[in-house]
């Protein structure tokens, strides 16, 4: 009875030893594991931020330019989601101020001719009274 227990008590420790040796085994795969996950959560984190910023950096660039007050930038739009609808919207809004200040020059050109002919006008009828 001495040997089997003996035994037995040998076995439990070899039993022991090795759950042991396996539960080292999964910690360092577990921490593996997590630290690959860390990794590639980073690097997904990363590329969405500069999926999300370089459309929004090219936004704000055409807005100040068009701020600064030179509209003859060309806006390209290249995606459909909401920076895409930005930058067209912003496309729109510097093709309308184009069309508002061509507008704005004509009227402008039309109303100095209309004036210099008022002004030519009434200087002939002068030089006719003095002669």
Same mark, same amino acid.
């Given at each position: 009875? =001495?040997?089997l227990?003996?035994?037995?008590?040998l @076995?439990?420790q070899?039993? #022991?030893?090795? !759950?042991t040796? $396996?539960?080292?085994v999964?910690?360092?795969?577990?921490?593996?594991v997590c630290?690959?996950?860390t990794?590639?959560?980073?690097?997904? =984190?990363?590329?969405?931020?500069?999926v999300?910023? @370089?459309?929004?950096?090219? #936004?704000?660039? !055409?807005?100040? $330019?068009?701020?600064a007050?030179?509209?003859?930038?060309?806006?390209?739009?290249?995606?459909?989601?909401e920076?895409?609808?930005?930058?067209?919207?912003?496309?729109?809004?510097?093709?309308?101020?184009m069309?508002l200040i061509?507008g704005v020059?004509t009227?402008?050109?039309?109303?100095?001719?209309?004036?210099?002919?008022?002004a030519?006008?009434?200087?002939?009828?002068?030089?006719?009274?003095?002669?």
């Open positions: 009875m =001495a040997k227990y003996a035994l037995n008590t @076995h439990s070899q039993a #022991a030893e090795h !759950v040796a $396996t539960m080292h999964a910690q360092k795969w577990v921490a593996a630290a690959l996950i990794v590639f959560g980073i690097v997904l =984190a990363f590329v969405i931020t500069r999300i910023t @370089h459309p929004l950096r090219e #936004a704000v660039a !055409v807005a100040e $330019t068009v701020a007050g030179d509209l003859t930038s060309r806006i390209e739009v290249k995606s459909q989601d920076t895409g609808q930005l930058l067209r919207a912003l496309r729109r809004m510097n093709e309308n101020l069309q061509d020059r009227s402008a050109d039309s109303i100095s001719s209309a004036s210099q002919q008022i030519s006008g009434v200087q002939r009828p002068r030089k006719r009274s003095r002669r």
